[in-house]
């Protein structure tokens, strides 16, 4: 299914402040989600002058919906007016969190065709995962009650590339793209040959990067009481498409 046609004292607090994303749903499947907690309000957060998704489903409908806008050329450029702007100064209200990579190919408020206070987005090569990484999704979700959180990895990606290529070569990469590698190359699909290993590897990545999620404690509870989803999806370059992963 694509996401167009219908997600011990350093480690006590790491536990406490991101118990974890798990039981992630699937893109669509007739979701039944929670509305934004109560307990959100007071923490910056406005109501946006147009109605924003509150549950998973009806964010991944309007992500949905965002892509295909994208794809066919017919952007709107959502929520960048004089007025939208001036409401956002008090507060936010974004439905999402996209964590996404670097890459300038896929930003996602274009390739979702969303506007300002719509979108959290998290950019690292490759998606990897560090304490700055799972404490920003955390706040998305603890502190402004997000109820969709998307890993979106891409078509070609280089990082995943380059980590393939170190896998193979045992060349030790430049100072912290090592670090980059080192996090991916436990993804690295073996079992395919040349370009197909990228390939594949990038869908392993985002599937691990997914279950780390997913293995968060802080954010299950949220999972486990439908307020929050969490899912996995890929952007082709070729075509423009997000589309379901894990």
């Not at 167009?4 to 039944?32: F, I």
């Not at 509305?35 to 946006?48: C, D, E, F, L, V």
């Not at 980590?163 to 430049?174: C, H, N």
Request: proline share 6%; charged share 20%; glycine share 10%.
């Amino acid at each position: 299914m694509n996401v167009d046609d219908t997600p011990h004292r350093t480690a006590t607090a790491r536990r406490s402040l991101l118990r974890g994303l798990a039981g992630a749903a699937a893109l669509g499947g007739g979701l039944a989600l929670g509305a934004t907690p109560a307990s959100a309000a007071g923490n910056g957060r406005k109501a946006p002058t147009a109605p924003h998704p509150t549950t998973a489903e009806e964010a991944l409908r309007e992500l949905a919906a965002g892509n295909r806008r994208w794809r066919n050329y017919c952007e709107r450029h959502p929520d960048e007016t004089p007025a939208v702007r001036q409401s956002l100064t008090a507060g936010q209200h974004p439905f999402a969190v996209i964590l996404g990579c670097i890459d300038s190919r896929v930003p996602p408020e274009l390739v979702f065709d969303q506007g300002l206070g719509d979108l959290m987005t998290v950019r690292t090569a490759g998606e990897v995962l560090d304490e700055a990484v799972l404490g920003s999704i955390a706040y998305g979700v603890l502190e402004l009650g997000i109820p969709l959180v998307m890993v979106l990895g891409h078509q070609s990606c280089g990082a995943v590339k380059a980590a393939v290529q170190a896998d193979l070569s045992g060349e030790e990469l430049p100072a912290h793209i090592q670090y980059l590698a080192d996090q991916i190359a436990p993804n690295i699909d073996r079992t395919k040959e040349g370009d197909a290993r990228v390939d594949s590897t990038i869908d392993a990545n985002i599937r691990a990067v997914h279950s780390r999620l997913a293995a968060e404690p802080d954010l299950a509870a949220k999972i486990s009481t439908g307020e929050l989803t969490v899912v996995g999806a890929r952007y082709e370059l070729t075509t423009q498409l997000v589309h379901h992963i894990a």
